[in-house]
Antibody, heavy 120, light 106 residues
Framework: EVQLVESGGGVVLPGGSLRLSCAAS????????MTWVRQAPGMGLEWVSI???????YYGDSVRGRFTISRDSSKNTLYLQMNSLRADDAAVYYC???????????????WGRGTLVTVS | SYELTQPHSVSLDLGQTARITCGGD??????VHWYQQRPGQAPVLVIY???NRPSGIPERFSGSISRNTATLTITGAQVGDEAVYFC?????????FGGGTKLTVL
């Protein structure tokens, strides 16, 4: 089954760090563009970061310099290292795949169920 | 930075046609994608590349685009279609989401 399963969320103090993991099955994270999207309680979707198949990375303005996206092909897992966390980083963090290899388009075609990060 | 504008909410009676708009400053070569998010669930892709339906999405979901407005149309809306709908484009390697439209089916 093709799926993404996030883990690593929890409660962290302001200024603290957390690393989110996203285990993929049914496809390889190395061959696809992978992205993180977050959603604060009761709010809309906010894009966080993307890693391309060629290892290029991009970040949203609000997290650039504090968050780092990476992947481990041997574990078929995507990561998001989050440092210097702030109250406004609190959200459900979704791991997702950009479906270029499936759809031939850059839509996000596969989402995990999300992991909750609380900064307090 | 690029912005997408959606109405906050749309309400309609069961079986009517819902049209949810997404405004942008000239889409140009950008492709618009639409996601459905039911309460407590992750988003689901319902339209990609302006007007394409992924496998498993009912035919009552369709998409269209003009120069400044993309539209998600749900023909014969059902109670199960109640959700928040987000449009999205990529702008210089950055994903941009609209604020979301809450669809209520009465």
């Amino acid at each position: 089954e093709v799926q993404l399963v996030e883990s690593g969320g929890g409660v962290v103090l302001p200024g603290g760090s957390l690393r989110l993991s996203c285990a993929a099955s049914g496809f390889t994270v190395r061959g696809d563009y992978m992205t993180w999207v977050r959603q604060a309680p009761g709010m809309g979707l906010e894009w966080v970061s993307i890693i391309y198949a060629n290892d290029g990375t991009y970040y949203g303005d609000s997290v650039r310099g504090r968050f780092t996206i990476s992947r481990d092909s041997s574990k078929n897992t995507l990561y998001l290292q989050m440092n210097s966390l702030r109250a406004d980083d609190a959200a459900v963090y979704y791991c997702a795949r950009v479906g270029l290899n499936v759809l031939g388009h850059d839509a996000i075609d596969l989402w995990g169920r999300g992991t909750l990060v609380t900064v307090s | 930075s690029y912005e997408l504008t959606q109405p906050h909410s749309v309400s309609l009676d069961l079986g009517q046609t819902a049209r949810i708009t997404c405004g942008g400053d000239g889409f140009g070569t950008k492709h618009v994608h639409w996601y459905q998010q039911r309460p407590g669930q992750a988003p689901v892709l319902v339209i990609y590349g302006d007007s394409n339906r992924p496998s498993g999405i009912p035919e009552r979901f369709s998409g269209s685009i003009s120069r400044n407005t993309a539209t998600l149309t749900i023909t014969g809306a059902q109670v199960g279609d109640e959700a928040v709908y987000f449009c999205q484009v990529w702008d210089s390697s950055t994903a941009v989401f609209g604020g979301g439209t809450k669809l209520t089916v009465l």
